[in-house]
């Protein structure tokens, strides 16, 4: 199947520093890419939608300015959290998708805010 | 927009058993459901999707089923073993916006016995 890959895997900062993670799909063109927030014991929550070249799209409630979404190719497309706060940590992962493929998913980042 | 309700949130059975879990959505226009394995701190992985020109499909031990009329859609476990156990997300997608952007369920988590 498709492959994903999402790195890093685990992140634990300090307070107000800014995070990056990057999702790869390795083996096709993802023309859409997907950015989602899983709270332990709960179900993905979709943050944007990342089309190439284009801005993202955020959903209701996601502020844009705090999660940065580029997506500059069809095979990369990255996240930063920007002066991330305790309650910013989560579980991260990315999917990628294409009119031909369904969503393959990341393995996850796992983000603590000390 | 799209709402997906998923029960039971958690189902206890014996290995050998069957398991059912069951999915409703709102959204007529949706017209692909997938079916997503997650393991405790793994990726969500796809066992199964259906399409909505299609009532069943079947792959060894799992099944979906899908009610357009209804709008339900159901997956079907047979012979369940103990790697089973894990949280399972259903999920619904309009294909034609091109965006193949999901709207999960809540989840359900699924214990097999030995």
């Known amino acids: 199947g498709a492959v994903v890959s999402q790195h890093p895997s685990w992140v634990i900062c300090k307070s107000g520093t800014s995070v990056k993670i990057e999702c790869r799909s390795l083996d096709f063109q993802a023309t859409t890419m997907f950015w989602y927030r899983q709270f332990p014991k709960q179900s993905l929550m979709l943050m944007a939608t990342s089309n190439e070249g284009s801005k993202a799209t955020y959903e209701q409630g996601v502020e844009k300015d705090k999660f940065l979404i580029n997506h500059a190719s069809l095979t990369l497309s990255t996240l930063t959290v920007t002066s991330a706060h305790p309650e910013d940590s989560s579980f991260y992962i990315c999917?990628?998708?294409?009119?031909?493929?369904?969503?393959?998913f990341g393995d996850g980042t796992r983000l603590s805010i000390l | 927009g799209e709402n997906v309700e998923q029960h039971p949130s958690t189902l206890s059975v014996q290995e050998g058993d069957s398991a059912v879990i069951k999915c409703t959505y709102s959204?007529?226009?949706?017209?692909?459901f997938p079916w997503y394995k997650q393991e405790l701190g793994k990726r969500p992985q796809l066992i199964i999707d259906?399409?909505?020109?299609?009532g069943e499909k079947k792959d060894q031990r799992i099944a979906v089923t899908l009610n357009k009329t209804a709008k339900h859609f159901s997956l079907h476990i047979t012979e369940t073993q103990p790697e089973d156990s894990a949280v399972y997300f259903c999920?619904?997608?309009?294909?034609?916006?091109?965006?193949?952007?999901?709207?999960f369920g809540t989840g359900t988590r699924l214990l097999v016995s030995p």
């Open positions: 259906i399409r909505s020109n299609v």
């Open positions: 999920a619904a997608s309009d294909m034609n916006t091109g965006f193949q952007k999901l709207v």
């Open positions: 999917s990628a998708g294409s009119p031909d493929q369904p969503q393959h």
């Open positions: 959204d007529s226009a949706s017209n692909y």
